[in-house]
């Protein structure tokens, strides 16, 4: 029997497995995530933030259903590293398993500046479940730096000074061109430092000022999430998985889908949540072609 494992069950990997299954009922399907949850709509974290929502709407599939659809999902697992020739991949518990086809779909989040003081309570990057629920927990300091510039850091700023917070948004770039919501301050400058015993009190800037602040969430820097990756003859550009039309990498029978893949011809960039769901439909017929030859 085939083996395909994807890494990956957010918009991309969740789409790709369950239609592959719909047309392949005879190969074994593998789907592995780091994250605790199945499958749930990454787009409504914010709505979830601003108290909109409820946790339960997010979710948009049940864990067993998976076993349904005869889909062997691990969940709570990292992929840590891959071994192509032997066509495995080895989780972060040193489980090993073995595929005929691989496809990547692990997508591209915010990191963390490798600064002093990254590490203390009261730091935050905003992508999964996961993050939002330790951070609405935390969520009770009076000032929050939020270091970013693109639309979703200031839409968090924005929920965060709806909430009577204090709220910076710190930024290299000029933010004159984006309508902020109220309560907003803008510093133009960076982070260099976080300062404060384990939890965070104060940052620092490249000027050198320091002022008090309670926690700090960074949505700046964006890179793919590709560390296992490391050690093999995976193509990248510019930061992506280098895929030809088919979402194919240079390594035979090793594909990637959704916001990790860009296609070397073009302008790669940030993928929306509908692009990268077509994306995925369109893998899983291509497959389903290699599949039946
Ligand atoms: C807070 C937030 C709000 C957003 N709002 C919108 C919006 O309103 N509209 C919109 O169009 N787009 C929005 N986006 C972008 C949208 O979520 C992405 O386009 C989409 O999620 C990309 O899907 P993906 O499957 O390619 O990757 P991702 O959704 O990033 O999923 C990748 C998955 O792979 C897992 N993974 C990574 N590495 C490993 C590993 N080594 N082992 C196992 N699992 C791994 C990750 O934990 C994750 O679950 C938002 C993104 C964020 C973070």
Redesign the pocket.
């Known amino acids: 029997m085939i083996k395909i494992a994807i890494?990956?069950?957010?918009?991309?990997?969740?789409?790709l497995a369950l239609n592959l299954r719909e047309n392949n009922k005879d190969c074994s399907i593998t789907l592995?995530?780091?994250?605790d949850s199945p499958f749930y709509d990454?787009?409504?974290?914010?709505e979830l933030l601003a108290g909109r929502i409820k946790e339960e709407e997010l979710l948009k599939f049940k864990e067993d259903s998976y076993t349904k659809e005869n889909i062997d999902f691990i969940k709570n697992?990292?992929?840590?590293s891959l071994n192509i020739h032997k066509k495995s991949l080895q989780?972060k518990t040193k489980d090993v398993i073995n595929y005929d086809f691989l496809v990547v779909?692990?997508?591209?989040?915010?990191i963390l500046p490798e600064i002093t003081g990254v590490k203390k309570t009261g730091v935050f990057n905003?992508?999964?479940l996961a993050d939002?629920r330790e951070f609405m927990n935390y969520f009770i300091s009076d000032t929050v730096c939020i270091a970013g510039t693109g639309d979703?850091a200031v839409n968090?700023a924005g929920i965060i000074a709806s909430k009577n917070k204090e709220v910076k948004l710190i930024s290299a770039q000029d933010m004159s061109g984006f309508n902020l919501p109220a309560g907003i301050k803008v510093i133009n400058s960076e982070i260099v430092e976080i300062i404060g015993e384990s939890v965070v009190q104060a940052v620092k800037f490249k000027e050198g000022k320091i002022i008090a602040c309670h926690s700090v969430v960074f949505m700046d820097k964006k890179e793919g999430?590709?560390?296992?990756l490391k050690g093999t003859n995976v193509e990248l550009f510019q930061g992506f998985i280098a895929v030809d039309g088919f979402g194919e990498t240079n390594c035979q029978g090793i594909y990637a889908?959704?916001?990790?893949a860009g296609r070397k011809s073009e302008t790669v960039k940030?993928?929306?949540?509908?692009?990268?769901i077509t994306e995925?439909i369109r893998l899983s017929e291509h497959l389903s072609g290699v599949l039946k030859v």
């Not at 592995?32 to 994250?35: A, D, G």
């Open positions: 890494i990956g069950a957010s918009a991309s990997g969740h789409t592995i995530s780091e994250e990454r787009r409504l974290l914010l697992k990292r992929v840590a989780l779909c692990s997508g591209r989040r915010h905003l992508y999964s939002f979703l968090i999430s590709i560390d296992f889908c959704g916001s990790v940030d993928k929306d949540w509908d692009e990268v995925s």
